[in-house]
């Protein structure tokens, strides 16, 4: 197989060994035979080669695009090595999840990051109570089903296994109420105690075995206080609070400290940033923000703080940043391919990742990846749902 005039030209001849990474990839290439689809992708030395069988054709394929970068290579590959591209592979919507998520059976013995989807609002004010789920083997989004009490702008945090979604709206009212999902059984739990007061938009994080639920907005203003959650106790009780009122803001937790991140004081987006020691309960401030942000991404991730997207006081943002608590300072990070206002940020895998949110039009289901090597975001697929003001949890599984 050689490639000729932008297209690959399948030789009717045995291809000769592969001597270099192009040579392998047209070595793969040769020996799928016919294809019951008009695309895939074929990895290569950790790499997603692209490409589309010409209709007229069964001997000439057309490349669409090589952006070295996809989690979907170890499924492919495997694939690859079983001959299941060889014309029969399901459908991607028609593949299941490993049996660990539906009935809690070990399938690979495999520990992976799972994403979990929760909450959120949809195009039409309604509100989205299912569970999606990312598996990074399939390199699918997965409906599962489960729903919990409607809510929109939920705090979500995963903690000894199970994803918490605190608070949030219901489209009346500012909730006080905490559910757990448990992915071993595929259901949500409502033994959890609740909040000591009603809100939404605080974030939430884990920190040393506790949950906690920074700032946030009750319905008639920001607020300063901190709750944390004891699970061994299920009781929340309130810690120092905030210096600065805020709403909208990023939580993350890092180097046994947890920090609070710009968000909103009811008046504009804030810069400010400030961290929280336990051992001292007392909050300090820090190095503000580049620019000014609320309803961002935010986490923690290979030792530093990405924050991504948000809005600042004119429009939806793309623009990110990264904190180094050793430098106490804010670097940029290459913008985002999309502005994502409302989007959920976490590391998973080794991979930061962008998921949802609103660029200013339009909800978005895409989700982004940042590539650390290239310094650059790439595309990464769509959940199912469009869910602005849901939240993303991550769960370190066997599967």
């Known amino acids: 197989m050689q490639f000729a005039q932008g297209k690959w030209i399948k030789k009717p001849e045995t291809p000769a060994e592969p001597q ?4 392998l990839v047209v070595h793969k290439l040769s020996w799928l035979g016919p294809l019951s689809r008009s695309w895939d992708c074929v990895p290569i030395l950790g790499f997603c080669f692209f490409y589309k069988r010409r209709t007229d054709s069964h001997q000439e394929y057309e490349p669409i695009q090589a952006n070295f970068f996809a989690l979907c290579c170890e499924r492919c590959l495997g694939e690859l090595e079983m ?7 399901q459908p991607a919507q028609e593949r299941q999840l490993p049996q660990k998520i539906q009935q809690g059976t070990t399938q690979i013995g495999q520990q992976m990051d799972l994403l979990f ?13 299912g569970v999606e789920c990312y598996n990074p083997l399939s390199h699918e989004w997965k409906l599962l089903g489960a729903s919990c009490k409607h809510r929109c702008g939920t705090g979500v945090a995963a903690l000894n296994g199970c994803i918490y979604a605190v608070g949030g709206y219901d489209g009346t009212t500012c909730l006080s109420s905490v559910e757990r999902y448990d992915p071993m059984i595929n259901e949500w739990r409502n033994d959890v105690a ?10 939430v994080t884990e920190l040393g075995g506790f949950l906690y639920c920074v700032g946030g907005h009750n319905g008639l203003t920001c607020l300063s206080s901190v709750e944390r959650y004891d699970p061994k106790e299920n009781r929340w009780c309130k810690v120092a609070p905030l210096t600065y009122r805020r709403s909208g803001l990023g939580v993350a937790a890092l180097d046994g400290c947890l920090y609070a991140i710009g968000g909103s004081d009811g008046h504009s987006p804030l810069r400010s940033v400030e961290r929280y020691d336990p051992t001292e309960d007392a909050w300090r401030p820090c190095a503000p923000l580049r620019a ?4 961002f991404g935010c986490a923690a991730h290979q030792g530093k703080i990405y924050v991504a997207g948000g809005r600042d006081e004119l429009t939806e943002l793309a623009s990110a940043e990264r904190f180094n608590p050793g430098s106490n300072e804010w670097l940029p990070v290459t ?3 999309a502005k994502r206002n409302k989007v959920s940020l976490v590391g998973a895998n080794g991979y930061l990742l962008a998921v949802g949110g609103f660029d200013g039009v339009v909800h978005l289901a895409t989700v982004e990846a940042f590539d650390f090597e290239a310094n650059q975001w790439r595309v990464f697929g769509n959940m199912k749902n469009r869910r602005p003001g849901g939240g993303v949890g991550v769960l370190k599984m066997t599967i």
């Open 117 to 129: 989807a929760v909450g959120g609002c949809h195009l039409a004010s309604d509100i989205i109570s």
């Open 335 to 337: 913008p985002m391919r």
């Open 194 to 203: 609740p909040l000591a007061e009603s809100k939404r938009g605080a974030g």
């Open 20 to 23: 270099t990474a192009v040579d």
């Open 83 to 89: 001959g299941v591209l060889k014309g029969e592979q």
């Open 292 to 295: 000014r942000r609320e309803t």
